[in-house]
């Protein structure tokens, strides 16, 4: 070997005690992942987990050549591992270090608990390996200051001998594949390899074409950073998660940073969470009847519109088709809480009732359109095409299904049912109710 080669080679493997400081140097985590309990070896034949996680982070940092790292790991703890394996799972791993990588911390027994039970949680075929599976956390320092921190992880057989194992690589790469592929079609803004590549997160074909197209808009408009500077935040077998930066908050969020998340499922598949928040828009709060506002959610509660009196309001409707006892209930607040039933309308209401049932007047809670005689604001109505629906608020379809707006007495939430690519009924209510 040449001289300068063993000089750089000792002087990279002397940086695990200056550069790294270990907070585990005198107990290592076991299988069971006990801190305390020691890992046994065979007299010294292999490296410990402690030593292993070094060997990953002076190759994650750039102090010890990758190449370099992975030859100086026994072939027994890394057998299942390729060369070409090893070096782009560490250059994967990279994307999560922003700055300096200053220890290395063994996890505690809840910390690696949680993680495995998640594992177990998302893949349950993987319980085995999440049983056997160790973490430890690189502290970093960035700008001066130390905060920032990944995580890393190998595995620990029978024996106590720990291991960089081949499923969780293999799968942790196939992952990162994936993500190539999303990124990549983000960045030609190529909405149908988009929508294809979301074809298992968004089953429906209207609503996955309408999403991938408003995803390429938000990125291409929203987002600060490129898709190559994402900040890799976790590195794990049931996922990998990205934070970008934005250039402004979105939905009811100040926050100019957020996350998304790719997800493999036991069939080989992946799911990908990259959902947008649905902001109902202020018209789509009117309940319109031939070109009139009728009624109004969670709007003023001065307004005519948002506090109704029956009397005026059922000129346009018609009286509803039962007020009794048996949908009309007395609160402790002493207001009642009427649910009533129109020619295509469904309210629920917060008032007064009079007149032995005749009469109410009251806050409307949430209405229900169930025919297409009424239509929400920007022109909604039940029986139009979903992808009409999908056209203004794509994300209804997928996540919490609603599409959420603040108005001046609350929270207005508008949601959607769809039944063979029509749509059969829309609601807004006050979620405060």
């Known amino acids: 070997m040449n001289v300068r080669v063993a000089i750089r080679q000792m002087l990279a493997l002397l940086l695990v005690s200056t550069t790294l400081v270990l907070a585990t140097a005198c107990s290592q985590p076991s299988a069971n992942g006990s801190a305390t309990a020691p890992v046994v070896t065979e007299s010294g034949k292999y490296l410990s987990s402690t030593a292993l996680a070094q060997q990953l982070a002076l190759a994650i940092g750039g102090d010890l050549d990758i190449q370099t790292a992975y030859q100086a790991i026994p072939v027994r703890q890394r057998e299942a591992v390729t060369a070409d394996q090893f070096q782009r799972y560490v250059l994967l791993l990279r994307k999560g270090v922003t700055g300096r990588i200053v220890s290395l911390v063994a996890m505690n027994d809840n910390q690696i608990e949680t993680?495995?039970?998640?594992?177990?949680?998302?893949?349950?075929?993987?319980?085995?390996?999440?049983?056997?599976?160790?973490?430890?956390?690189?502290?970093?320092?960035?700008?001066?200051?130390?905060?920032?921190?990944?995580?890393?992880?190998?595995?620990?057989?029978?024996?106590?001998?720990?291991?960089?194992?081949?499923?969780?690589?293999?799968?942790?790469?196939?992952?990162?594949?994936?993500?190539?592929?999303?990124?990549?079609?983000?960045?030609?803004?190529?909405?149908?390899?988009?929508?294809?590549?979301?074809?298992?997160?968004?089953?429906?074909?209207?609503?996955r074409q309408a999403i991938a197209s408003r995803l390429v808009w938000f990125y291409r408009n929203q987002v600060e950073t490129e898709t190559a500077e994402f900040r890799l935040q976790t590195i794990r077998i049931d996922g990998l998660s990205f934070t970008e930066k934005l250039l402004a908050g979105i939905g009811s969020s100040s926050s100019l940073s957020r996350t998304i998340e790719f997800i493999p499922q036991s069939d080989g598949t992946f799911l990908v969470d990259d959902l947008l928040p649905s902001e109902l828009g202020v018209p789509d709060t009117d309940i319109m009847l031939e070109d009139a506002t009728i009624l109004r959610i969670g709007g003023d509660t001065n307004s005519a519109l948002v506090t109704l009196y029956s009397v005026p309001f059922e000129v346009f409707t018609g009286k509803p088709d039962l007020h009794d006892d048996s949908n009309c209930t007395l609160l402790e607040?002493?207001?009642?809480?009427?649910?009533?039933?129109?020619?295509?309308?469904?309210?629920?209401?917060?008032?007064?009732?009079?007149?032995?049932?005749?009469?109410?007047?009251?806050?409307?809670?949430?209405?229900?359109?169930?025919?297409?005689?009424?239509?929400?604001?920007?022109?909604?109505?039940?029986?139009?095409?979903?992808?009409?629906?999908?056209?203004?608020?794509?994300?209804?379809?997928?996540?919490?299904?609603?599409?959420?707006?603040?108005?001046?007495?609350?929270?207005?939430?508008?949601?959607?049912?769809?039944?063979?690519?029509?749509?059969?009924?829309?609601?807004?209510?006050?979620?405060?109710?």
């Open 115 to 207: 993680v495995r039970q998640q594992i177990v949680d998302r893949l349950p075929g993987q319980q085995a390996l999440a049983a056997d599976t160790i973490g430890f956390w690189l502290n970093i320092r960035d700008s001066g200051i130390i905060g920032d921190r990944i995580e890393i992880y190998c595995q620990v057989d029978a024996d106590g001998i720990a291991y960089l194992d081949g499923t969780w690589i293999n799968q942790i790469l196939r992952l990162d594949d994936f993500t190539n592929l999303y990124f990549d079609a983000i960045d030609q803004q190529d909405i149908d390899s988009l929508a294809e590549l979301l074809r298992h997160s968004i089953p429906d074909d209207t609503a």
């Open 333 to 433: 607040s002493g207001k009642s809480l009427i649910r009533l039933r129109y020619e295509g309308l469904e309210l629920v209401v917060e008032g007064d009732c009079y007149n032995n049932h005749s009469r109410w007047r009251g806050r409307v809670l949430s209405a229900e359109l169930t025919s297409g005689t009424y239509a929400l604001g920007s022109g909604l109505k039940v029986g139009m095409p979903a992808s009409a629906l999908y056209a203004q608020y794509p994300f209804i379809s997928i996540g919490d299904k609603a599409a959420i707006g603040q108005m001046e007495s609350g929270e207005v939430a508008l949601t959607a049912e769809i039944e063979n690519d029509i749509v059969t009924s829309l609601r807004l209510t006050m979620q405060d109710a």
